[in-house]
Nanobody, 123 residues
Framework: QVQLVESGGGWVQPGGSLRLSCAGS????????IGWFRQVPGKEREDVSC?????????SSQSSVAGRFAIARDNSKNMVWLQMDSLKPEDTGNYYC???????????????WGQGILVTVSS
């Protein structure tokens, strides 16, 4: 059974940092495009960062997080990280990792999704 499990969420003050983890079981994450998405109540899920299959590191290009978020893989642990720096209150939301064939199609065509984890940025 394939599972993606997120961890590392929680509360942080504005300007702080968090690192989310996405651990894979029953799946080799190296072979998949892995994306991070976030969602707040009443809004659509949006992409935050993505690494193509076999890509080890990628800085996020999404306009709201560019320069602050980056995605990286640890193949020895079969995990993918989302490093989030200079966090803002508008970064608050549920964060999900997903695995699929291509970054551009993950939102609607991911093969697997994690259960999500809450990130709260507030003072």
């Amino acid at each position: 059974q394939v599972q993606l499990v997120e961890s590392g969420g929680g509360w942080v003050q504005p300007g702080g940092s968090l690192r989310l983890s996405c651990a894979g079981s029953g799946i080799s994450l190296w072979n998949y495009a892995i994306g991070w998405f976030r969602q707040v109540p009443g809004k659509e899920r949006e992409d935050v960062s993505c690494a193509r299959a076999s890509q080890i590191y990628a800085a996020s290009s999404q306009s709201s997080v560019a320069g602050r978020f980056a995605i990286a893989r640890d193949n020895s642990k079969n995990m993918v990280w989302l490093q989030m720096d200079s966090l803002k209150p508008e970064d608050t939301g549920n964060y999900y990792c997903a695995a699929g064939a291509f970054c551009g199609s993950l939102l609607h065509e991911a093969d697997y999704w994690g259960q999500g984890i809450l990130v709260t940025v507030s003072s």
